[in-house]
């Protein structure tokens, strides 16, 4: 949206920079599947709202990582210990 609104200034596309960063930082991307969608739907005692968090929140779960955010709810949803979080 930066980008897009004249904000900041790139010489690259934004789908070029996103690949080259992935590839920079040997990151792998993570499908988001029907059963992570649903997950979402039905997440215990959910406190997010946001219903791109709580597919964050779910593929999380289904693929055991940590979240590492400063959002509030989602790190007191980890401190609940429904998901593993780590505060930046």
């Known amino acids: ?10 010489t690259k596309s934004a789908e070029r920079w996103y690949d080259d960063f992935k590839r920079e930082a040997q990151i792998e991307e993570q499908p988001v ?3 992570i969608f649903i ?3 039905s997440l215990p005692q959910l ?12 593929t999380a779960r289904e693929q055991d990582l940590t979240i590492i ?3 509030r709810a989602i790190l007191s949803y980890g401190a609940a210990g429904h998901v593993r979080t780590l505060a930046c």
Request: aromatic share 0%; hydrophobic share 40%; proline share 3%.
């Open 1 to 10: 949206m930066l980008l897009a609104r004249g904000r900041i200034r790139e």
């Open 33 to 35: 599947t029907a059963n």
């Open 39 to 41: 997950a979402s739907c």
């Open 47 to 58: 406190l997010h709202r946001d219903p791109i968090d709580r597919i964050l929140i779910a």
């Open 69 to 71: 955010t400063r959002d």
